[in-house]
T-cell receptor, first 118, second 119 residues
Framework: AQTVTQSQPEMSVQEAETVTLSCTYD???????LFWYKQPPSRQMILVIR??????QNATENRFSVNFQKAAKSFSLKISDSQLGDTAMYFC???????????????FGKGTKLSVIP | GAVVSQHPSRVICKSGTSVKIECRSL??????MFWYRQFPKQSLMLMATSNEGSKATYEQGVEKDKFLINHASLTLSTLTVTSAHPEDSSFYIC???????????????FGPGTRLTVL
């Protein structure tokens, strides 16, 4: 079974600064996807960024980037120029093919609560 | 695009009653829908996966007779909590999955969640 570990329950960062959230995972799969999701106080899950395991290049989305180290099974999220709206729970997630054909399931870490301080 | 709705957003019910939660994909056809449960300050735990027209696949430890899932169409899945008890109080989130431009990847879009309180 896959496991996803987020070792930082809570973090804080000053507005406009940079913060890195850690995530490690364990799997025997060779092909998979990794995600960072944001859950603001509204509780709506929002996809922040996605990384395909077969791609060596780290994914970036505007102020969000990842450091994907496949051998180390590490997938950290860097948020640059932090904004107040970045305050949320951040979940790292792993996706593998489900046992059923054509369907995929997500395994989530426990989350990191990020607070951006004005 | 890719909007998923849930209804109701909040529900309070008495112990012993049944509650139905709807999950709809509004602008796309969902090949698969997922149901998650989230306790306060905790992560999302997958309860079950459902494909349209077939029986749901439940995760280990989830009582299929208590959490009935019906996936009658490509845009609607329902979760019915039968004979609800206070310990069933939680935040329930659905997601709908559809093929992306990458044929090896099914993207999941999440609903806004339903808060269930059982008195």
């Amino acid at each position: 079974a896959q496991t996803v570990t987020q070792s930082q329950p809570e973090m804080s960062v000053q507005e406009a600064e940079t913060v890195t959230l850690s995530c490690t995972y364990d799997t025997s799969e060779s092909n998979y996807y990794l995600f960072w999701y944001k859950q603001p106080p509204s509780r709506q899950m929002i996809l922040v960024i996605r990384q395909e395991a077969y791609k060596q290049q780290n994914a970036t989305e505007n102020r969000f980037s990842v450091n994907f180290q496949k051998a180390a099974k590490s997938f950290s999220l860097k948020i640059s120029d932090s904004q107040l709206g970045d305050t949320a729970m951040y979940f790292c997630a792993f996706m593998k093919p489900h046992s059923g054909a054509g369907s995929y399931q997500l395994t989530f870490g426990k989350g990191t609560k990020l607070s951006v301080i004005p | 695009g890719a909007v998923v709705s849930q209804h109701p957003s909040r529900v309070i019910c008495k112990s012993g009653t049944s509650v139905k939660i709807e999950c709809r994909s509004l602008d796309f056809q969902a090949t698969t829908m997922f149901w998650y449960r989230q306790f306060p300050k905790q992560s999302l735990m997958l309860m079950a996966t459902s494909n349209e027209g077939s029986k749901a696949t439940y995760e280990q430890g989830v009582e299929k007779d208590k959490f009935l899932i019906n996936h009658a169409s490509l845009t609607l899945s329902t979760l019915t909590v039968t004979s609800a008890h206070p310990e069933d109080s939680s935040f329930y989130i659905c997601s709908a999955s559809t093929l992306s431009r990458d044929p090896t990847y099914n993207e999941q879009f999440f609903g806004p969640g339903t808060r269930l309180t059982v008195l």
